[in-house]
């Protein structure tokens, strides 16, 4: 999910809500290479306003770290916001896995890619 400015016909700007622009200063970080910068960015924007999106983009750094334990109460937390979110549910279930068996086949991918 991207959030995005909008404009409305003579009203000005409506802004973005400080978590989301966290988030999105986050992916630009993940796009640089900078996952430190990135990282902070989650951690304000959660401490804002713990989005799903936001838990899960976490997560999957944590991860990338070897903090499975922290990767896994991301996706905790992000189900307790959003008990239907697949992409929570999906990473739940590789963490589940040995960590040579997760992320092969047809779950290589999360279901929804649109983060």
Same mark, same amino acid.
């Given at each position: 999910? %991207?959030?995005?400015?909008? !404009?409305?016909?003579?009203?000005? =700007?409506?802004? @973005?809500?400080? *978590? +989301?622009? @966290?988030?999105?200063?986050?992916?630009?970080?993940?796009?640089?290479?900078? #996952?430190? =910068?990135?990282?902070? /960015?989650?951690? /304000? *924007?959660?401490?804002?306003?713990?989005?799903?999106?936001?838990?899960?983009? $976490?997560?999957?750094?944590l991860l990338? %770290?070897?903090?499975?334990?922290g !990767?896994? #109460?991301?996706?905790?937390?992000? &189900?307790?916001? +959003?008990?239907?979110?697949?992409?929570?549910?999906? @990473?739940?279930?590789? &963490?589940? #896995?040995?960590? !040579? *068996?997760?992320?092969?086949?047809?779950?290589?991918?999360?279901?929804?890619? /649109? $983060?």
């Open positions: 999910m %991207t959030a995005g400015v909008v !404009a409305g016909c003579g009203s000005g =700007e409506t802004q @973005l809500p400080s *978590s +989301a622009k @966290l988030y999105l200063d986050a992916q630009t970080s993940l796009a640089a290479g900078d #996952k430190a =910068e990135a990282m902070e /960015a989650l951690n /304000a *924007s959660i401490a804002g306003e713990p989005t799903p999106w936001a838990l899960f983009l $976490r997560a999957k750094l990338g %770290t070897g903090d499975e334990a !990767a896994l #109460k991301d996706c905790n937390a992000g &189900l307790e916001v +959003a008990p239907d979110d697949t992409s929570l549910a999906w @990473l739940k279930v590789e &963490l589940a #896995k040995p960590a !040579a *068996s997760r992320f092969q086949g047809k779950f290589k991918d999360p279901p929804a890619q /649109a $983060r």
